[in-house]
């Protein structure tokens, strides 16, 4: 069944439904004809943005609540067919500057959400934003589900934790449960207001307002990207395909580039902005994982899911959504 089939008239709740991937989530099951309530804690700085749902405000239910309360969520699972889990801490600094706040977010809200489809929900589908984040520093490349989880900061580590709960309520108490570990995803509806929740959008503000990038030590570690369309249908399949119930598996992008390619792409699609090397911050440094691109080979054999957004365009695209919107952005 194809996404376009299995969403129409289907019963979603999207947590983070106000963040960066949360509400392209939300537009896209609209078009497809979903019945969709977003969840939103609207904590300042960590992305959610009312104007990400400019346009379709009048056609979604937003619930304005903090997922770790049992009472709410209790609640609002109770008629979902299909839970995007998105609500998180994503900034790996913070993580480490606050470690209880990431560890109540991360792991605490985690387990409130599948408790309430435990006992008010148990035949909702979850599928749980993860991130690479968790590999720590590759041991080669690229890397597969088969490398050990070895975090390198306190939000990798309760990330993991997080998607080790959503496993284990799919093959204790049946509530089916999946984890996509996302790489660099990027695209519109992105926080671009601090750069403390990862780089490429702030490389982007950077370059659409004419400023000098930064770019830590030589440029040379390499990542893969994937574009924010691209990443929602990796979700839309994931929520309409059981092949996936009790597995973490990678969604990656098909290309990779080393930082100082990526900018000099960057600055030529903007026509504005410019790059310098610079040493590496040590509270950077200290959590740094080197190069990363992941093989996504086992999710694109279990949904069909491949990426059709390359990087250039993917660029061209966010810029120009961006270009007459910096005011709700920063």
Known sequence: MTPADFY?????????????????LAHRLLALGADVLLVDSLIPD????????????DRVRVNVADVRQASTMNYLVKDRDVIF?????????????????DLEINCRSQLTILEAC??????????????????????????????????????GINKAAGEYYHLVYNNVFHVRACALRLTNIY??????????QGFIGWFIRMALED???????????????????DAVEAFLLAGATDSVNGEALNVGGDEHIAHRDLVTLLVQAAGSGRYRLVEWPP????????????????????????????LAEGLRRTLDYYRPRMAHYV
């Open 8 to 24: 129409r008239g289907r019963r979603v709740m999207v947590t983070g439904g106000l963040g960066f991937i949360g509400s392209n």
């Open 46 to 57: 960590y992305g959610g943005n009312l104007h990400n749902i400019a346009g379709i405000e």
């Open 85 to 101: 889990n998105l609500a998180g801490q994503v900034s790996h600094i913070d993580s480490m500057r606050d470690p209880f706040t």
């Open 118 to 155: 435990r006992h008010h929900n148990p035949g909702a589908k979850v599928v749980y934003a993860s991130t690479r984040q968790i590999y720590g520093k590759p041991e080669s490349l690229p890397v597969t589900e088969r490398h050990l989880v070895r975090p390198t900061d306190v939000n």
């Open 187 to 196: 695209g519109p509806r992105q926080l671009l207001r601090h750069n403390r």
């Open 211 to 229: 400023q000098e990038i930064q770019v830590f030590g030589d440029g040379s570690q390499v990542r893969d990207f994937v574009y924010v369309d």
């Open 283 to 310: 509270e950077k440094k200290a959590i740094d994982i080197g190069s990363f691109y992941a093989d996504s080979s086992l999710f694109k054999t279990r949904t069909g899911w491949s990426p059709r957004v390359g």
